[in-house]
């Protein structure tokens, strides 16, 4: 049975910073060909993409609204897939998903993302 859990939210104040947890059990982050995305949704907004990363290439996108500010990394002795965030502004504030997938391909087509995370929130302040 697959489990990704996410942690590291938290409240923090603009131009703050955090780092988001995704361990996964059941899972091989390092397996190729496995993709782990990070997602987020606001209040009122649709889920959104927001970085993925491939397993194999270590291939990684982002959403034009965090480049530059969030990295996204996995770390597989621990199994687990980080997103640093700084910077960070108050339009970041969402709930932040992590999800995966293992079919050799890596979007943000969350229809694709067989696993799903039950998600960290993260508040920033002005």
């Known amino acids: 049975q697959v489990q990704l859990v996410e942690s590291g939210g938290g409240s923090v104040q603009a131009g703050g910073s955090l780092r988001l947890s995704c361990a996964a059990s059941g899972y091989t982050i390092s397996r190729r060909g496995n993709c782990v995305g990070w997602f987020r949704q606001a209040p009122g907004k649709e889920r959104e993409g927001v970085a993925r990363?491939?397993?194999?290439?270590?291939?990684?996108a982002y959403a034009d609204s965090v480049k530059g500010r969030f990295t996204i990394s996995q770390d597989n002795a621990k199994n687990t897939v980080w997103l640093e965030m700084n910077s960070l502004k108050p339009e970041d504030t969402a709930m932040y998903y992590c999800?995966?997938?293992?079919?050799?391909?890596?979007?943000?087509?969350?229809?694709?993302?067989?696993?799903w995370g039950q998600g960290t929130q993260v508040t920033v302040s002005s």
């Open positions: 990363i491939l397993s194999g290439s270590g291939a990684t």
């Open positions: 999800a995966a997938r293992s079919d050799n391909y890596c979007s943000f087509i969350q229809a694709r993302f067989r696993y």
